[in-house]
Every structure is written in C-alpha cells, then in structure tokens.
C-alpha cells in the first residue's frame, strides 16, 4: 500500500521555525519529485515547495522563498520542509505529495500520491 506521512506541525508563534517531514513508503518515493502543498479553509490547495528526485532541483512559492527549504534523504524516503520566520498567513493544513516524475512539478495534478496533511498553526 501506498503512504505518505507527516509530521512536525503544531502551535506555533510568529518568527518561530517549523520543520515538516514525510515519509514515504518505498516504492511511492523512488524516482519521484516531491512537493510540499498547504491549504485553508475555503482556498484551494497550493504549492508551496518542490524538490526533484536528485535534490539538485527546487521550486518555491514567492510567498516563502526565503524563509523555507524543502530538502530530501533518499536513503530515509523522507522529505522536509524547514519553515523559518513564519507568519499567521503561514496557517494551514500542510500536505505531502509525490509527482509522477522525477523533475519538478508545479501543477497539482501532476501530483499522484498525497500524504493525510499536517496542521500548522502560527500565532501572532
């Protein structure tokens, strides 16, 4: 069976640092990108990070750039994503999710396996 699972969210202040993870089960990770998704009530869910399958590749949403870095441990099937100086606008379920590829995608539905999210939650 196919898994995907986060952890790391919680409560938060405004400024703190975060870091997510997700594991993978084996053969989801293997030769895939992967991305970091949030969303919120009512929006639609974005991308917030992207990695390639070598790590030499990423992406990040204008909204975090600077502030997180998504990583990967291919020898772990984990991928991360450190969250510094984080802001109330940061609040959101944070999702997991592996591409059908091995380079960067940016599209949601280029993604096919997600992870059960992560609620993240960042205090003024």
């Known amino acids: 069976q196919v898994q995907l699972v986060e952890s790391g969210g919680g409560l938060v202040q405004a400024g703190d640092s975060l870091r997510l993870s997700c594991v993978a089960s084996?053969?989801?990770?293997?030769?895939?990108?992967m991305g970091w998704f949030r969303q919120t009530p009512g929006k639609e869910r974005e991308l917030v990070a992207a990695?390639?399958?070598?790590?030499?590749?990423?992406y990040y949403a204008d909204s975090v750039k600077g502030r997180f870095t998504i990583s990967r441990d291919n020898a772990k099937n984990t991928v991360y994503l450190q969250m510094s100086s984080l802001k109330p606008e940061d609040t959101a379920v944070y999702y997991c999710a592996a591409a059908g590829s091995l380079g960067v995608r940016t599209r949601l539905n280029d993604y096919e396996y997600w992870g059960q999210g992560t609620h993240v939650t960042v205090s003024s």
């Open positions: 990695i390639s399958w070598t790590g030499g590749s990423t």
């Open positions: 084996g053969r989801t990770f293997v030769g895939r990108a």
